[in-house]
Structure formats: C-alpha cells, structure tokens
C-alpha cells in the first residue's frame, strides 16, 4: 500500500538532526586531525634522528601541513555532501517518528487514528509494526465514541482514571463508560 505521505521536507525534528550532524562533522574532523597528527610525529621523530641541526617543531609542523593541504581541502569539499546525505538519512528515521508522534497527540485528545503507513525507504519498520497493533486496539477501545480517558461532556474523569492517575497522567487508555 502506497503511503500518502511524501517527503516534503528534510529538516522535520532539529533537536535530533542536527545533534546527529554535528557529532558526524565532529568526529570526521577528529579523525582527520588525529591521522595527520599521528602522521606528523611519526614522521618528526624521524627527521630528528637524521644528522645535522633539526628544524624547529613549529616550522616542521607547518611544513607538514603545507604538504598534505590537499587532505583537508578534500575533507571541507566533502563534508557538505557527507553531512547532506546523513541529513537524508536521518529523515528515514526522524520522519516517521514525527508522524507517529503526531498520531500519539490525537490518541490522546481520545481520537481515532488510522493505521500507521510508511514511506518508502523509512526506517524502523518492526516499530511502526508493533504501533499499528497499539492503534488498532486503541481505536477498538475508542469505538464510534471521539472521547479518550475523559469524558468530554463534563470535564470529570471516567470511572477507570483516578483523581492520583488523573493528577500523574498515568491514566489507563480506555474510552469514557458514560
């Protein structure tokens, strides 16, 4: 079954998305300064072994960086691909979770939902599975009825919520008994 829903835009939960990319350019970034770091000692610990007065540490560093330039103007020409293509991929999981969060909201405001459809490539399809099997017994227990664990009509909580409950937000899902 083909879902309505098409992926409009890829920036659909900030909070997680750009944790995700952040920490991606963070440590591609680390990994770079520790390779050619490790490649610099390496290669200064040699040059001090060699006969004749050895260069100055901060000389032979800037030295070595001139020479592998090229590896970090690679890395800053990549990163925008890398860190757009992880922002793609991120929406096969942030999309849907968005959805389904969407969805929870209306079950709580007591409304009956439809099942859950992914879209094509999305990610976590066990959960959507076992979520589906939570809307479809809450829509059992809602029935015709657009009440949820309050009955609408006057304000007061169904004979199952206790004022505690109803206080904690621990309610049980279950449709009013009015």
């Avoid at 083909?2 to 944790?19: A, I």
């Avoid at 990549?78 to 293509?85: A, C, G, M, T, Y």
């Avoid at 206790?162 to 309610?171: H, I, K, N, V, W």
């Amino acid at each position: 079954m083909k879902s309505k829903y098409t992926r409009k835009r890829l920036w659909v939960d900030p909070g997680l998305q750009f944790r995700l990319l952040l920490r991606t350019a963070v440590y591609l970034v680390g990994c770079v300064f520790v390779v050619l770091t490790l490649s610099f000692l390496l290669e200064f610990r040699l040059q001090v072994g060699q006969p004749g007065p050895p260069k100055p540490f901060l000389d032979s560093y800037l030295e070595f960086l001139e020479r592998h330039k090229f590896l970090l103007t690679g890395l800053i020409l990549l990163l925008p691909f890398i860190l757009f293509d992880l922002l793609k991929f991120s929406h096969r999981i942030a999309g849907p979770l968005y959805r389904c969060r969407h969805m929870m909201e209306e079950m709580g405001q007591g409304k009956r939902v439809a099942p859950f459809v992914p879209r094509k490539n999305d990610l976590l399809r066990d959960l959507f599975v076992a979520f589906n099997r939570l809307v479809g017994r809450w829509n059992t227990m809602v029935g015709d009825k657009p009440t949820g664990d309050r009955d609408h009509a006057n304000g007061k909580p169904t004979s199952r919520e206790t004022p505690a409950q109803q206080d904690r937000g621990t309610a049980t899902l279950t449709p009013s008994s009015s």
